[in-house]
C-alpha cells in the first residue's frame, strides 16, 4: 500500500465537504497525512544510506579510514585508532539521526492516528 493511498477516504470527503479545491484537498489533508507517515521510513533510510554508501566518501570518512589504517600499521596501537574512528562515525550517525527527528517530532510522526 502506498503512502497517499493510505490516507482515509473519510478524510477527503472531509475536506470536501468543508468546499475545499482539490489542490487545497490533496495539500492540507492527503499530502499532510501522507508526509507524517513516511518521515520515519524516509529518515531511517536515509541513515542506512549514510552508513552504508559511497555518501560518506563525500564527507571524507573514507580518508579517515585510510589515515586509520595508515595509523595503525606504524604505530602498532590499532584498538585506540580503530576506537577513535569508530566514535567519529558514531558522532556523524547520531547527528544525522537527531537531524532527521526534528521534523518527525514537530509533525508529529510518531503520533498514532487517533491522536493518543
Same mark, same amino acid.
Given at each position: 500500500m502506498t503512502t497517499s493511498a493510505? /490516507? #482515509?477516504s473519510q478524510r477527503i470527503r472531509s !475536506? !470536501?465537504?468543508f468546499g475545499l479545491s482539490n489542490f487545497q484537498k490533496m495539500r @492540507? !489533508? /492527503?499530502l499532510s497525512q501522507a508526509i507524517r507517515r513516511? @518521515?520515519?521510513a524516509m529518515g531511517k533510510q536515509f541513515v542506512y544510506m549514510l552508513k552504508m554508501s559511497s555518501l560518506v566518501c563525500v564527507l571524507? @570518512?573514507?580518508e579517515l #579510514? =585510510? =589515515?586509520a589504517n595508515e595509523l595503525s600499521v606504524t604505530v602498532y596501537r590499532p584498538l585506540e585508532t580503530y576506537t577513535i574512528l569508530l566514535l567519529e562515525y558514531l558522532a556523524l550517525v547520531l547527528v544525522v539521526s537527531w537531524l532527521v =527527528? =526534528?521534523?518527525e517530532k514537530r509533525m508529529g510522526a510518531n503520533v498514532p492516528e487517533g491522536g493518543c
Open positions: 493510505s /490516507v #482515509t !475536506a !470536501a465537504s @492540507l !489533508a /492527503v513516511i @518521515l520515519p571524507g @570518512l573514507s #579510514t =585510510r =589515515r =527527528r =526534528r521534523p
